[in-house]
């Protein structure tokens, strides 16, 4: 059975720093891209990342640039989420999603929650 | 960035009526279209991908056709299990961009 958890969601300062986690199971990390996809609370959807299978190429939405970065362990089967100089408007659940052939989220996990306030 | 725009925001029908959501893209997005269904405080689930492939394990009652820029989500006899916030996604070029939802209620 294919398994997504993420972890590392607390509240934290405007400015600070963040690592989000995604362990995954019941499936070889290294044969997938893996997508990070963020939901404000009360709000929609919104696709933040997403790395390639060897970890070569990595695309994020232009509000994170510079700020994030995705980031794999093929190895421990792991996906993480650096995100620093973290804003309020940062604040959400952060899924960690497989991408299916670099498309398509076909398995997500239930989300960590990043809080940012002072 | 490709912009994705869902209508209606919402919509309310009854047990047994066919309900038809719309996708239209900014930009050609040949066939890279996707529909996820979230639950109220559930992750989201895949239930159409490429425009028209459903997702294995997905009711039949959900159709998804389109290409180009213009997209539909069908699901045939609404049940009380499709109450959900429904997303399309396209794939076709990052970042992959979500609609901004429809959130479906039974009458």
């Known amino acids: 059975e294919v398994q997504l958890v993420e972890s590392g969601g607390r509240l934290v300062q405007p400015g600070g720093s963040l690592r989000l986690s995604c362990e995954a199971s019941?499936?070889?990390?290294?044969?997938?891209?893996m997508s990070w996809v963020r939901q404000a609370p009360g709000k929609g959807l919104e696709w933040v990342a997403n790395?390639?299978?060897?970890?070569?190429?990595?695309n994020y939405i232009d509000s994170v640039k510079g700020r994030f970065t995705i980031s794999r362990d093929n190895a421990k089967n792991s996906l993480y989420l650096q995100m620093d100089s973290l804003r309020v408007e940062d604040t959400a659940l952060y899924y960690c999603?497989?991408?299916?052939?670099?498309?398509?989220?076909?398995?997500w996990g239930q989300g960590t929650l990043v809080t940012v306030s002072s | 960035d490709i912009q994705m725009t869902q209508s209606p925001s919402s919509l309310s029908a009854s047990v047994g009526d066919r309900v038809i959501i719309t996708c239209r893209a900014s930009?050609?997005?040949?066939?890279?279209l996707n529909w996820y269904q979230q639950k109220p405080g559930k992750a989201p689930r895949l239930l159409i991908y490429?425009?028209?492939n459903l997702e294995s394990g997905v009711t039949s009652r959900f159709t998804g056709s389109g290409s180009g820029t213009y997209f539909t989500l069908s699901i045939s006899s609404l049940q009380p299990d499709d109450l959900a916030t429904y997303y399309c996604?396209?794939?076709?070029?990052?970042?992959?961009?979500f609609g901004q939802g429809t959130k479906v209620e039974i009458k």
């Open positions: 999603a497989r991408d299916f052939r670099g498309g398509h989220n076909d398995y």
């Open positions: 019941g499936f070889r990390l290294r044969n997938n891209w």
């Open positions: 790395i390639m299978e060897d970890g070569s190429v990595k």
């Open positions: 930009q050609t997005v040949t066939t890279f």
């Open positions: 490429g425009a028209s």
């Open positions: 996604q396209q794939s076709y070029r990052t970042p992959h961009t």
